[in-house]
């Protein structure tokens, strides 16, 4: 059983948690996820790990709530219980294994839309430990879901806020953020880090692609057991199959193939979907879901 230590409303419908899981915070790297269940009933969820804390033992998770069994996660307070909170799963970011004097000469910018701010933070606050400093953009549709932008700040080197309605920061999306730092201000990057909802990633890697700045994207598409065995997760990355769950989450933005994401994604969500992907993806879909029977 893992304890929640602490817990807080980012806004009406996203949550964050402090959960005791001693084994997963000794050995988690910016990047990786968590698979948690509530009881032996729940659904499993995965979510990418926000923040985590080796000397108390702990990790930090934030979600929306999108449905029942996030509804139900929701209602859980400090001093609750998940039965099952399996990780550090997927791979790291990739420039964790870089030397420090080498990633050090690199200016990165981090571009968080949403609640695709979690998993961003733990990755420029790494950098910011090690001495590595990193730009980075909050998007979110109103002011009300602007998150972490406090815990962002202390550790970006230069933090922008952008705001579909223009409630908070700049009025605009991230790619309008982007143009300007690049266009207008003259900024030059190494590397776009971008994590957010599909679309969002889409748009950017578009734009990125027109700038001819490499750029990183993070997936996260209907998960079952993190294993790579279930398949649910495919993605097309550069022409091949990749799953994201043991393959990514991050993987070359430029190489996503988004519309299939986004395409497969939905079509996942009904049982006619999920038998047409079966007939489809023929021997590579795993089908170990136990959804598509």
Sequence with gaps: MYEIIDK???????????????????????GQFVIVKIDERGERIPLTICDYKRERGT????????????????????????????????????WTEEPLA??????????????GTAP?????????????????????????????????????????VTTDDGSYGMKGNVNDCIKKLVNEEKKSYD???????????????????????????????????????????????????KFACVDGPEFDGHLVDFDQAMKRQQMYKTEEGRRYLKEREGSSHHGGCGHCE
Excluded at 9 to 25: F, P, T
Excluded at 62 to 90: C, H, I, N, W, Y
Aim: with cysteine; aromatic share 6%; charged share 25%.
């Design 59 to 94: 990790v930090t998770i934030v979600f929306q709530t999108v449905g029942a069994s996030t509804e139900r996660m929701a209602r859980l307070e400090k001093g609750d219980f998940f039965r099952d909170f399996v990780g550090p799963l997927g791979k790291s970011c990739e």
């Design 120 to 160: 961003v933070y733990p990755q420029v606050k790494w950098l910011h430990e090690n001495g590595i400093s990193a730009d980075c953009i909050i998007g979110a549709r109103t002011k009300e879901l602007v998150i972490l932008e406090e815990e962002m700040s202390r550790v970006a080197e230069a933090l922008y």
């Design 191 to 241: 590397l776009i880090v971008a994590i957010g909802p599909l679309i969002m990633m889409k748009f950017v890697c578009l734009l990125t692609k027109e700038l001819g700045i490499p750029t990183i994207v993070s997936l996260n598409p209907i998960m079952v057991d993190g294993t790579g065995m279930c398949g649910a997760c495919r993605v097309t990355v550069g022409g091949e199959v």
């Design 8 to 30: 807080k409303r980012l806004s009406d419908a996203i949550v964050m948690m402090e959960v005791k899981a001693e084994r997963v915070a000794k050995s988690c790297m910016p």
């Design 102 to 115: 080498k990633l050090s000469q690199k200016k990165i910018l981090f571009v968080a839309g949403g609640v």
